[in-house]
């Protein structure tokens, strides 16, 4: 493709599936709260509160990567919900007999793993001119 910047189409797929995977998986909250409430760590107040309210912002950031004119927007807030739940996935790394469905080892690499998914969130939104611009990949 003359013109457009390298990796378009691969960012163009990653946005969609990220729509898809993060508005299925924040409805999912509201869907089975009560595997969501069993990761929350105890020290956060309000667990079944904070599980409604990132389950409403992942389903909504999620489908706000289907809008041209928000999808930047929603893949930094995507970032940030993925930064903020972060604990919770190190609370199951940390408590591997809570979570027999799961390797211990498989908790673990999921933490190093959701940096990554913060890259290619971020990366699969970044390639739109800006001013008249491309961002460079």
Not at 72 to 86: D, E, I, N, Q, T
Not at 105 to 128: A, D, H, N
């Amino acid at each position: 493709m003359v013109g457009k910047p390298p990796g378009t189409a691969l960012r163009t797929i990653l946005k969609y599936a990220f729509a898809a995977f993060f508005a299925l998986a924040g409805a999912n909250h509201f869907y089975r709260p009560a595997w969501y409430l069993k990761i929350m760590p105890p020290i956060l107040p309000y667990p079944l509160i904070l599980v409604y309210l990132s389950g409403a912002l992942e389903t909504a950031l999620g489908l706000a990567l289907l809008s041209s004119r928000l999808e930047r927007k929603a893949g930094w807030g995507l970032a940030a919900l993925l930064l903020a739940v972060f604990p919770a996935n190190a609370y199951m790394a940390a408590r591997p007999e809570a979570f027999p469905a799961f390797k211990p080892l498989v908790l673990w690499l999921r933490l190093p793993l959701q940096f990554v998914l913060i890259g290619l969130v971020l990366w699969s939104v970044s390639g739109k001119p800006v001013r008249g611009k491309t961002r460079a990949d």
